[in-house]
């Protein structure tokens, strides 16, 4: 293993390693709205939104998400849609995860006993006061952990923007392989800084779940 | 429609699909009354309970309350309108008591009266103690439903739908799921409304209860009042054989327990 190169070349990968870190948060913070309108949608009085909901749902969750980038960086400008590759990759990963955590949010929800709904509303608050001041703050204890394996799974996904030539971990690595020829330290060094950002990431998780529990 | 009695049923019904689990049911309480509904389980006498409240809405037939229709056919926004107003007349208590178990017993108790009557956290703080007080749980109010047991936990469900003045309480088995030991404690508190004139109407197992607090019994078997009059007549001397046959049985399961 060539030590020398990778004390040469790791400055450059923890730039990239901050752009991975910027790519996660922009898209689980998009990840999030997407996921909570979703399950919203799902979870509607009205026929029409269920069905958008559950279309949004098994679309993204049933083609691959390197193909869902694929039609929005590289054929997005054929219909308009002007992206550079940072925002085609915040904008195509945040989307398709928000498909999952449509699942995720709406799985806590549903998950609250009947009899909290029955009970609020036979106190006279209506739908929407049962739902945020009694069904969704246990809802949201609930959807802590899950969230937090869609989390994981998203800055893992980061990776697949590698393919749309955004200056991440990943293209890094290939990058630096390209003019060294050792794959084997790039890779691993790139895989070390993503098990650090999962580990520190899961570690928060952890926290916010054990916090929820105490009050 | 103005003559109706304070809570008033008339010719209710109500399928799901082709189960017909209530037929042509007619029930006048009067202010201050208090009433049983018995009968074995899947008689139907649960969803009547929870039809008074638009729970489970009934297919046809009125529901009165103090002279307003509960169960009016309106628009969907206006009408959930309605049953938010109304059903804030309407306290229920579960089998399951349904305390939030997120809030403390004190947020129980002022949730509903905060958001709803507007009271201040100082009016709706004193309301809660109050109320608890009368439960016999003020020093309970800041502790969380978990950690009480269930019959405090009913105690405080009871206390909870007190608080927000309710014209008529509906109890929905409020002792089933209880240990035999802490049924006594959430009974003496019904029977503590009942001695402040609460309307009442009760769904329940407890034939002992329902004989010495009520003062009209329902006997309901396959969707029907299959028999109804003051409690010494249903339990000393019913008419019918279907009614009779219930409470030997019900006397003999108790018996052997």
């Known amino acids: 293993m060539d030590v020398d190169l990778i004390l040469r070349v790791y400055p450059f990968f923890l730039q990239a390693a901050w752009v991975t870190i910027q790519l996660s948060v922009l898209t689980a913070v998009l990840g999030l709205a997407c996921g909570s309108l979703g399950a919203a949608a799902r979870l509607s009085r009205l026929r ?3 069905i958008i909901g559950a279309v949004y749902v098994s679309l993204f969750r049933g083609t691959p998400a390197l193909i869902q980038l694929f039609i929005l960086y590289f054929g997005g400008p054929q219909i308009g849609i002007q992206l550079d590759a940072f925002e085609a990759g915040v904008i195509g990963l945040g989307v398709n995860i928000g498909a999952y955590m449509t699942e995720t949010i709406r799985g806590a929800i549903i998950a609250i006993d009947r009899g909290q709904t029955e009970a609020s509303r036979t106190l006279g608050l209506s739908r929407w006061q049962s739902m945020r001041y009694v069904v969704l703050p246990q809802a949201a204890r609930l959807m802590i952990r899950p969230l937090g394996v869609n989390i994981n799974a998203l800055i893992k996904g980061t990776a697949l923007v590698a393919a749309i030539s955004v200056v991440e971990l990943t293209y890094t690595a290939q990058r630096y392989i390209g003019s060294t020829y050792k794959p084997f330290e790039m890779f691993l060094l790139s895989g070390t800084l993503y098990m650090i950002i999962i580990y520190a990431t899961g570690r928060g998780i952890a926290w916010l779940d054990r916090r929820a529990r105490i009050t | 429609m103005t003559d109706t009695a304070f809570v008033e049923i008339r010719n209710a019904a109500k399928s799901f699909g082709s189960l017909q689990v ?15 509904i018995i009968g074995p389980s899947g008689s139907g006498k649960s969803t009547l309970l929870r039809a008074i409240n638009e729970l489970d809405p ?3 037939g009125e529901i009165w309350l103090e002279g307003v229709q509960i169960n009016k056919k309106l628009p969907h926004r206006q009408y959930e309108r309605h049953v938010n107003q109304v059903r804030q007349d309407i306290g229920m208590v579960f089998q399951h008591f349904n305390l939030f178990p997120h809030l403390t017993v004190r947020e129980n108790i002022t949730l509903a009266p905060k958001l ?6 100082g009016e709706a703080n004193a309301l809660a103690e109050q109320q608890l007080a009368k439960v016999g749980l003020m020093e309970k109010i800041d ?34 799921a209880l240990d035999p030991e802490l049924v006594e404690e959430v009974n003496l ?33 396959g969707g029907v009042v299959v028999e109804e009059g003051p409690p010494e007549v249903i339990f000393r001397n019913p008419e019918n054989e279907r009614t009779r046959a219930f409470l030997r049985k019900h006397l003999q399961t108790n018996h052997n327990r």
């Open chain 2, 22 to 36: 209530l037929r042509d049911i007619n029930l006048k309480v009067e202010r201050g009354q208090i009433v049983a």
């Open chain 2, 58 to 60: 009934l297919s046809s």
């Open chain 2, 116 to 121: 709803l009557k507007g009271m201040s956290a």
């Open chain 2, 143 to 176: 502790a969380y439903p978990s950690q009480l047991s269930g019959g405090q936990k009913q105690r405080v469900a009871i206390a909870r739908a007190l608080a927000m003045k309710p014209k008529v309480m509906l109890f929905d088995e409020a002792t089933s």
């Open chain 2, 189 to 221: 508190v019904m029977k503590q409304l009942a001695e402040e004139h609460m309307t009442m109407i009760i769904v329940t197992h407890e034939m002992g209860f329902a004989e010495s607090v009520c003062d009209r019994v329902l006997f309901m078997d």
């Open chain 1, 48 to 50: 029409i939104f269920r």
